[in-house]
Antibody, heavy 116, light 108 residues
Framework: QVQLVQSGAEVKKPGASVKVSCKAS????????MYWVRQAPGQGLEWMGW????????KYPQKFQGRVTISRDTSASTAYMELSSLRSEDTAVYYC?????????WGQGTLVTVSS | EVVMTQSPATLSVSPGERATLSCRAS??????LAWYQQKPGQAPRLLIY???TRATGVPARFSGSGSGTEFTLTISSLQFEDFAVYHC??????????FGQGTKLEIK
């Protein structure tokens, strides 16, 4: 069965960076694109960027340009999301999503807490 | 960027009754609209894609309708397990997929 397993919770100080991983199993990793979504406490879902796993093409929304880096390692069937210059407003649960446009499969989420 | 607006923010309905949730897009997204259900502490679960196609395993009491800019999710007879937050997402504007802010469906 399809599974997306994310790395564990992180606590970071303001100004630091965090890198979250998402290991895929149960399907051919390069067949589907992936994207990342975050959810701040009590808030809605926010789309952070998309990667074509097969070609490596990446798209980010304007809001995160220059601060987020999405990548993948096809040999490890793993996608990554790195967010830099962290601030308190980045405290959220981060999800990887297997994309068919809509999100058919989601990772379990990774809580990133930014606190001094 | 396509802005998605959901209404109402909170909907109070009694079990067994019908719930109707709305989602509006700032520009046409054709039928590129998905609905998700999210319970506390869980990842969102896909309910509807293509505006009206139920995902695998989703009960028939969930139905989606609409196209262009106006969309509706209807739950025909609410069960206790249906009380949750519902999100809409457009995926027509490749690949800048955007979400609404969510509707909380609570027990009246």
């Amino acid at each position: 069965q399809v599974q997306l397993v994310q790395s564990g919770a992180e606590v970071k100080k303001p100004g630091a960076s965090v890198k979250v991983s998402c290991k895929a199993s149960g399907y051919t990793f390069t067949t589907y694109a992936m994207y990342w979504v975050r959810q701040a406490p009590g808030q809605g879902l926010e789309w952070m960027g998309w990667i074509s796993v097969s070609t490596g093409q990446i798209k980010y929304p304007q809001k995160f340009q220059g601060r987020v880096t999405i990548s993948r390692d096809t040999s490890a069937s793993t996608a990554y999301m790195e967010l830099s210059s962290l601030r308190s407003e980045d405290t959220a649960v981060y999800y990887c999503v297997r994309s068919r446009g809509y999100g058919e499969y989601w990772g379990q989420g990774t809580l990133v807490t930014v606190s001094s | 960027e396509v802005v998605m607006t959901q209404s109402p923010a909170t909907l109070s309905v009694s079990p067994g009754e019908r719930a109707t949730l709305s989602c509006r897009a700032s520009q046409s997204v054709s039928s590129g609209l998905a609905w998700y259900q999210q319970k506390p502490g869980q990842a969102p679960r896909l309910l509807i894609y293509g505006a009206s196609t139920r995902a695998t395993g989703v009960p028939a009491r969930f139905s989606g309708s609409g196209s262009g800019t106006e969309f509706t999710l209807t739950i025909s007879s609410l069960q206790f397990e249906d009380f949750a937050v519902y999100h809409c997402q457009q995926y027509n504007d490749w690949p800048m997929y955007t979400f609404g802010q969510g509707t909380k469906l609570e027990i009246k």
